[in-house]
């Protein structure tokens, strides 16, 4: 079956069909899935029936070599690689991670070499009165950082920001018996504006979460700036949302 690549409205987002995780992936397959996240930054994948966490981490690795998330307590047992979010108990306690994705992010920007991409699938999704509940949204760093003036994308030029895991982490899972006292949080430095490696295409890169200044400026100016960066980014035209379903699976940069 030939693959079918259909485009989201807007700058980001495309879903692909003829895709089957659970099989082997020609690499003719895997280079159209490749180019298509690297053009368009979200893709979906639908109808991953069946599709076991070992598939899921067997066609991450195609991308490279995955990162172990720094939430350890999260992670698989089976595929450490692999990270659950869920709102279940077990025995008393969470199974994974119960607030994930409840802010503007980008995944692992603390970290000296952050991810590449991102995979997330879908095992079950809530649903109540018939009805299916949860999406996320994704802001494409590319279409804003071209909608910026010309001025401000050379005020950015060259300018590099701090982001730093310790303010969203330390202590806060206190409640659940977590001591993380004398544990160290990744901090890492980025570009402001950063250079897709094979598209070419620069994207802004901070986050109200984890950025905590840009460095070459006063600490007052750097919090003006991010704000304006933060407000500019959150405009729908540079957004795409998907709707969870069963069986989805979705990859993101």
């Given amino acids: 079956m030939s693959l079918i690549i259909e485009n989201s409205d807007g700058a980001i987002g495309a879903a692909v069909s003829g895709v089957d995780l659970t ?36 066609f991450a690795r195609r991308f490279g ?35 994930a994705g409840r802010y503007w992010h980008s995944d692992l920007c603390y970290l000296a070499k952050p991810s590449g991409v991102t995979l997330l699938h879908a095992l079950e999704v809530p649903t109540k009165d018939g009805v299916t509940y949860g999406a996320t949204q994704f802001a494409g760093a590319a279409a804003a950082y071209d909608a910026l003036s010309d001025r401000m994308k050379t005020y950015l ?77 959150a405009k729908p035209v540079f957004q795409v949302r998907f709707r969870w379903e069963e069986n989805l699976s979705l990859i993101h940069i």
């Avoid at 993380?180 to 980025?190: L, M, N, Q, S, T």
């Fill in 65 to 99: 070599t995955p990162q172990i998330n720094v939430r350890a307590e999260a992670n698989n047992d089976e595929n450490p690689d692999v990270f659950w979010v869920s709102n279940v108990h077990e025995n008393g306690k969470p199974l994974g991670s119960h607030d």
């Fill in 157 to 233: 030029d060259g300018l590099t920001a701090t982001h730093d895991g310790e303010r969203v982490w330390r202590g806060r899972y206190s409640d659940r018996g977590i001591d993380d006292a004398g544990k160290i949080y990744p901090k890492a430095v980025h570009p402001v504006i950063r250079t897709h490696p094979v598209t070419g295409k620069k994207g802004i890169f901070v986050n109200a979460v984890f950025t905590t200044h840009i460095n070459e400026v006063p600490r007052d100016e750097s919090d003006d700036i991010l704000a304006l960066l933060y407000k500019h980014f």
């Fill in 23 to 58: 099989g082997e992936i020609s690499d003719a397959d895997f280079a159209t899935v490749q180019q298509t996240i690297d053009a368009r930054a979200v893709v979906v994948l639908r109808d991953q029936v069946g599709l076991p966490s070992s598939h899921l981490a067997r």
